[in-house]
């Protein structure tokens, strides 16, 4: 895992903000499995698919690209179809707070 090159904008009350901390607009593959991701709020950073446990043999890893919405990276298996990486995966493997963000709205969300 490799952290971020560029710091977050930290999320907060702005909800532009915390949405573009999530909305990917880059994606490139990089060798041995890994990926370099971009996000909206200029967040960026290298994340090693196999860290998340993907059978690199199955993916055709120069397809690797952001999604056209933004929530995914997009990577095309064997057979050309797309496999999906949720953006907020990508995230939280590379930035602690927004991990740390991500792991409070859960329990917060448990809790009600």
Known sequence: ???SVKASNGGGDNPVADRDRERLIGASPLPDGRIRVRFADQF???VNLADLELDL???KM????ASSWGSAAEVDDL???????DSSV????ID????????KAIVNSSSR
């Open 1 to 3: 895992m490799t952290k």
């Open 44 to 46: 960026e950073g290298i």
């Open 57 to 59: 043999a199955l993916l």
């Open 62 to 65: 120069e397809t690797v690209r």
């Open 79 to 85: 057979n050309m179809r797309p496999v999906h990486i």
């Open 90 to 93: 990508l995230r939280a493997h």
């Open 96 to 103: 602690p707070n927004f991990a740390a963000d991500l792991q």
